[in-house]
T-cell receptor, first 114, second 114 residues
């Protein structure tokens, strides 16, 4: 049973481009969480999704950011018109439980905006 | 809103010495409590967690943590550190309801001296 898979591991985008980050949860996990880690900071919750539904996006910036978890395929975190301040590590976690207490993390995608 | 404080940004310990990393939380009820470890460029690995019951929790890699309700603390300990323990350690809390995920502290960077 593979762990949570995130790709790409590293992503470089120019200002104004779009960034797409993918997360494949562990087999049997239907709950996905996205977190952002800025340098020298802990992880900040962004969004919680179940299959085809956004459950809580209270941590997501209102503009340029969106997330989805389709019935088939990985969860996608999309950042439009990236800016330098979007440079960070983005982590995905998946859980088999509704309460999210058994969360397994991927290795993250490190986004650099140049 | 819940919050987590890790008062020590950096800690340096000699190999073989004991270790205690501090974590204080702010939450109206008893939260779910977690310690994660992050090696450079990697994702987060769960060391241990506390939901209820015995307040002394054993984890992987020889770590343990003690929940003290009166002090709102969940400190991580290890009797004898190894050079491979050098990493970033994060304390996290959850309401356990799934929504809004985990709230993380800013982390403690552990340095092991030979």
């Amino acid at each position: 049973n593979a762990g949570v898979m995130q790709n790409p591991r590293h992503l470089v985008r120019r200002r104004g481009q779009e960034a797409r980050l993918r997360c494949s949860p562990m087999k049997g996990h239907s709950h996905v969480y996205w977190y952002r880690q800025l340098p020298e900071e802990g992880l900040k919750f962004m969004v919680y999704l179940q299959k085809e539904n956004i459950i809580d996006e209270s941590g997501m910036p209102k503009e340029r950011f969106s997330a989805e978890f389709p019935k088939e395929g990985p969860s996608i975190l999309r950042i439009q018109q990236v800016v330098r301040g979007d440079s960070a590590a983005y982590f995905c976690a998946s859980s088999p439980r509704t309460d999210g207490t058994e969360a397994f993390f991927g290795q993250g995608t490190r986004l650099t905006v140049v | 809103a819940q919050s987590v404080t890790q008062p020590d940004i950096h800690i340096t310990v000699s190999e073989g010495a004991s270790l205690e990393l501090r974590c204080n939380y702010s939450y109206g009820a008893t939260p779910y409590l977690f310690w994660y470890v992050q090696s450079p460029g990697q994702g987060l690995q769960l060391l241990l967690k506390y939901f209820s019951g015995d307040t002394l929790v054993q984890g992987i890699k020889g770590f343990e943590a003690e929940f003290k309700r009166s002090q709102s603390s969940f400190n991580l300990r290890k009797p004898s550190v190894h050079w491979s323990d050098a990493a970033e350690y994060f304390c996290a809390v959850s309401r356990g309801g799934g929504a809004d995920g985990l709230t993380f502290g800013k982390g403690t960077h552990l340095i092991i001296q030979p």
